[in-house]
């Protein structure tokens, strides 16, 4: 996440992001296994409050990646509203066909998709990313390599994005992305691909060799300019998400929205 | 020749992994454009968000980079909140997964067409199956189901495998290549020479 865009801290920052990252991902395999419409209501709302609680992100900027999390999952679950499968038709035109059953369907699908990219948002905007390779090597035993490896490519991101921009402008000046169509765009998207990987991949070559010129290497008992550990926020952490999930589990029952308690039927 | 990666074979391909997602940046409208149409249309774009993996490979010719390059991808989506999040982190790990199983098919001894449609295949096959948990894509009506599937293994097929070797050849007349791939047979004939 872009640093500028970071305008509080919470102790959501304090948390491992090992531990963080490795607690959200086993999220999605529990997502996975929920087919009910009122959990999957509930979930997102929780979620969403806790993200509107928690993240550090600028209220502009987050609204509109919000914005944007909320039109793609809008559009992935148009297929599953239109073309589902279903008895009771409420709306039939052609080829396509809304019953209630891929209405839910198409429904939890989105839910879905905006429950995770919410997630996705709370992660990306409460750890910093250098930490985060530092808490890899340490916690889970990553191979330095892979996780400065990782870091030194992050590091040229802006780098390309100006190469990105500066192919761009030449392009302008000598009319090349006046025509149309999907053509076009594949000339276009190739002669960018090309430019932008033979640059970067000399970098990244040049950056690996001074790397290990200056004696970057893979002997044990490195030492860590950060030392990441476990803390009291970890624990609090775990209690609070699994206290969310647990908070949506009941409140599905308690309070339903919907009759859909196995949108698979 | 020992098997594991370097340090400068893990920097190129994750770079390139970047790379792949500032293009993906440009053909993000492409495929968000064709999907409202609703006939599965934009399943024909989506295997652009393939090529991160075969293109990795084809570069570096060394098993697991495929792996490494598609997770690369999928991290950063992670890290930078990108569209999807942690749902673009299984994908993509899936997507390498499958590719890498394509080349090592082949013992990691071909790097030609066939190889590289094959791993695109793969690809969306990955990309289908975790469809079937995340999007329930069993209940959709027959019809789309199967425009879906032919439709992406279309993609599939042309974006990753096809067109990721032609661009592979156009960067190989750049010289960039030799630059970090491991020196093969030829190599060492030119010197008998």
């Not at chain 1, 002669?191 to 970098?203: E, G, V």
């Not at chain 1, 690996?208 to 009291?232: C, D, L, N, P, Q």
């Not at chain 2, 792949?20 to 934009?42: A, H, M, R």
């Amino acid at each position: 996440m872009d640093r500028n865009w970071i305008i509080r801290s919470t102790w959501f920052y304090n948390v491992n992001p090992a531990l963080k990252f490795g607690v959200i991902a086993a999220l999605f395999i529990v997502g996975l296994f929920i087919h009910n419409l009122n959990t999957m209501i509930w979930l997102t709302g929780c979620f969403f409050v806790s993200y509107l609680l928690f993240t550090g992100l600028a209220k502009m900027i987050s609204f509109w990646l919000l914005f944007t999390a909320f039109i793609l999952a809008i559009l992935s679950s148009t297929t599953m509203i239109f073309f589902g499968k279903g008895d009771h038709v409420l709306f039939q035109w052609h080829f396509l066909i809304i019953s209630e059953e891929s209405l839910a369907r198409g429904l939890h699908i989105g839910l879905r998709t905006f429950l995770y990219t919410v997630i996705g948002m709370l992660f990306a905007t409460t750890t910093r990313p250098v930490q985060f390779f530092y808490s890899l090597m340490q916690q889970i035993k990553c191979p330095p390599k892979y996780a400065y490896g990782f870091l030194a490519a992050f590091r040229m991101l802006p780098i390309m994005y100006e190469e990105f921009y500066t192919i761009r402008a030449a392009m302008k000046v000598r009319g090349m992305d006046r025509k149309k169509g999907i053509k076009a765009r594949y000339t276009k998207i190739k002669r960018y691909a090309i430019a932008l990987l033979s640059q970067s991949i000399r970098r990244a070559q040049r950056t690996a060799v001074a790397m290990e010129a200056k004696r970057f290497s893979e002997t044990s008992g490195r030492t860590y300019y950060y030392i990441m550990t476990y803390s009291r926020y970890d624990l609090v952490f775990i209690i609070t998400i699994a206290g969310l999930v647990a908070a949506a589990f009941w409140l599905s029952v308690a309070f339903p929205f919907t009759p859909y308690t196995n949108v698979l039927e | 020749m020992s098997k594991k990666l370097k340090l400068s074979d893990i920097l190129v391909t994750i770079v390139i992994a970047l790379v792949f997602g500032i293009i993906y940046k440009l053909w993000g409208p492409v495929s968000t454009v064709l999907k409202p149409l609703g006939f599965q249309i934009d399943q024909l774009v989506y295997g652009m968000w393939f090529m991160a993996g075969p293109v990795a490979i084809l570069i570096t010719r060394k098993p697991g980079t495929a792996l490494l390059a598609e997770t690369a991808a999928a991290m950063g989506e992670v890290l930078f909140a990108g569209q999807g999040g942690i749902i673009s982190f299984y994908y993509g790990l899936a997507q390498g997964l499958f590719v890498e199983l394509a080349f090592l098919f082949f013992r990691y001894k071909r790097y030609d067409m066939l190889v590289t449609v094959l791993s695109g295949f793969g690809a969306a096959l990955a990309s289908l199956i975790l469809d079937i948990g995340f999007g329930y894509i069993f209940e959709l009506a027959g019809w789309n189901l199967a425009l879906n599937i032919i439709f992406r293994f279309i993609g599939a097929g042309l974006i990753s495998g096809v067109f990721a070797v032609v661009l592979v050849k156009a960067l190989d007349a750049t010289g960039v290549t030799s630059l970090v791939r491991p020196v093969s047979k030829d190599d060492y004939d030119v010197l008998d020479q």
